[in-house]
T-cell receptor, first 117, second 113 residues
Framework: EAGVTQFPSHSVIEKGQTVTLRCDPI?????LYWYRRVMGKEIKFLLH????????ESGMPNNRFLAERTGGTYSTLKVQPAELEDSGVYFC???????????????FGAGSRLTVL | RKEVEQDPGPFNVPEGATVAFNCTYS??????FFWYRQDCRKEPKLLMS???SGNEDGRFTAQLNRASQYISLLIRDSKLSDSATYLC??????????????FGQGTILTVHP
């Protein structure tokens, strides 16, 4: 099966600009997660979609970040306006529904590296 | 205090060596435990789940001590291809965000010829 696909792989923008990251999960995976790793820190949870619904967005840093998953397929994460501290690698991951089916077994995408100058 | 703490290393070992990584977690309600592996500039990949009874997968052995809130990973007969960052990961009980993972900062392993 195809893996989790993320686009772009690398984006360089100036402070104040807008960037939209896209994630295509594995087909049939209802759960979609966004994580982020900033320089020198551990990978941190941002939010969780179940199909098109936000299940948990407790990790979103602030209201400059907006995530959507229209139709329950691909997801986008928009940062507007971007700040210097938003630089890092944004990972998307997906999993099946139900703990017995491996809901806690995540497949990660290769990540989108964001550099804000 | 970080929720999941690991010795960042780096660990530099020769091929064939045995190396052990340790990890502690602070939330006693943590429910599931994993070791992930991350190669340089790549995504994290699940290496193995960790069960209370301990489990083995080839050259890799994972142990969990719930009383001490401690997780370990042992790699025997190290290969050059084992060079990577090893991430200790936990999830918490309750709710339905089974994939809401809490990561440690990772332990860097370099295996040299």
């Amino acid at each position: 099966e195809a893996g989790v696909t993320q686009f772009p792989s690398h984006s360089v923008i100036e402070k104040g600009q807008t960037v939209t990251l896209r994630c295509d999960p594995i087909s049939g995976h209802d759960n979609l997660y966004w994580y982020r790793r900033v320089m020198g820190k551990e990978i941190k949870f941002l939010l969780h979609f179940v199909k098109e619904s936000k299940q948990d967005e407790s990790g979103m840093p602030n209201n400059r970040f907006l995530a959507e998953r229209t139709g329950g397929t691909y997801s986008t994460l928009k940062v507007q306006p971007a700040e210097l501290e938003d630089s890092g690698v944004y990972f998307c991951a997906s999993s099946r529904s139900g703990l017995a089916s491996g809901a806690n077994v995540l497949t990660f995408g290769a990540g989108s590296r964001l550099t804000v100058l | 205090r970080k929720e999941v703490e690991q010795d960042p290393g780096p660990f530099n070992v020769p091929e064939g060596a045995t190396v052990a990584f340790n990890c502690t977690y602070s939330n006693s309600a943590s429910q599931s435990f994993f070791w992930y592996r991350q190669d340089c500039r790549k995504e994290p990949k699940l290496l193995m789940s960790v069960y209370s009874s301990g489990n083995e997968d080839g050259r890799f052995t994972a142990q969990l001590n719930r009383a001490s809130q401690y997780i370990s990973l042992l790699i025997r007969d190290s290969k050059l291809s084992d060079s990577a960052t090893y991430l200790c990961v936990v999830t918490h009980a309750g709710g339905t965000s089974y994939g809401k993972l809490t990561f440690g900062q990772g332990t860097i392993l370099t295996v040299h010829p």
